[in-house]
């Protein structure tokens, strides 16, 4: 199993096929991240799949982004510094925890970054 197989496996869009369609997608893109969409699917067929994926209103880029959130806050919480950098240069903190704290990820709706705040382990 791969790493994109691996990451997403929780991934739930309500239907096997577009969450193999996800994972091939994420596969393609990630393997090429400066290509256009066309180049990094390759063929017309693959293409075709992706913008009919991205076009489908019952696939949501929360459902799609949840696994990879989970599975970052898992090993976030393995380690007792974290390293957050922001997308810009503006900003960059180091983040101290404790043994008992770990860092949560919330998504924002209103932008596309991410924000840690820290939680209690259980």
């Given at each position: 199993m791969n790493w994109v197989a691996t990451e997403f496996k929780s991934m739930n869009l309500g239907d096997p096929r577009r969450k193999q369609r996800a994972i091939h997608l994420i596969e393609s893109l990630s393997a090429k991240p400066t290509a256009s969409i066309p180049q990094a699917?390759?063929?017309w067929a693959d293409t075709i799949g992706a913008y009919r994926f991205f076009g489908n209103e019952e696939v949501q880029w929360e459902d799609i982004l949840a696994p990879h959130i989970e599975n970052s806050v898992a090993?976030?919480?393995?380690?007792?510094?974290?390293?957050h950098k922001s997308r810009t240069t503006s900003v960059l903190m180091f983040v101290r925890t404790t043994a008992m704290q770990a860092a949560s990820a919330a998504v924002s709706r209103d932008t596309d970054q991410v924000h840690f705040r820290p939680f209690a382990r259980e």
């Open positions: 699917c390759g063929d090993r976030m919480a393995a380690h007792e510094a974290l390293l």
